[in-house]
Nanobody
Framework: EVQLVESGGGLVQPGGSLRLSCATSGFTFSSSDMTWARQAPGKGLERVSTIFANFHTYYPNSMKGQFTISRDNAKNTVYLQMNSLKPDDTAVYFC?????????RGQGTQVTVSS
């Protein structure tokens, strides 16, 4: 059974940082591309970053410089380092198996940026 379990979300003040983790099981993680996506209240699912099986990374222009994706194949885990957080970054953050946002994802972790 494929499982993706996100953690690390919470309440953070503007300008703060968080590191999200996504622990996976049930598939060959090392050969899988992995994506972080987010969904803000009332909005659609938005790509934050993708890390490919070859460790190359992709960031949409709007996400460059603020987020860093990484992976640990020994732990079957993908991470998202988030810095300089703003209220607009408030969303549920999901870990997605693969490139397409319609693919299997975890239950998400809530990130709230507020003073």
């Amino acid at each position: 059974e494929v499982q993706l379990v996100e953690s690390g979300g919470g309440l953070v003040q503007p300008g703060g940082s968080l590191r999200l983790s996504c622990a996976t099981s049930g598939f060959t993680f090392s050969s899988s591309d992995m994506t972080w996506a987010r969904q803000a209240p009332g909005k659609g699912l938005e790509r934050v970053s993708t890390i490919f099986a070859n460790f190359h990374t992709y960031y949409p222009n709007s996400m460059k410089g603020q987020f860093t994706i990484s992976r640990d194949n020994a732990k079957n885990t993908v991470y998202l380092q988030m810095n300089s957080l703003k209220p607009d970054d408030t969303a549920v953050y999901f870990c997605v198996r693969g490139w397409n946002l319609t693919e299997q994802r975890g239950q998400g972790t809530q990130v709230t940026v507020s003073s």
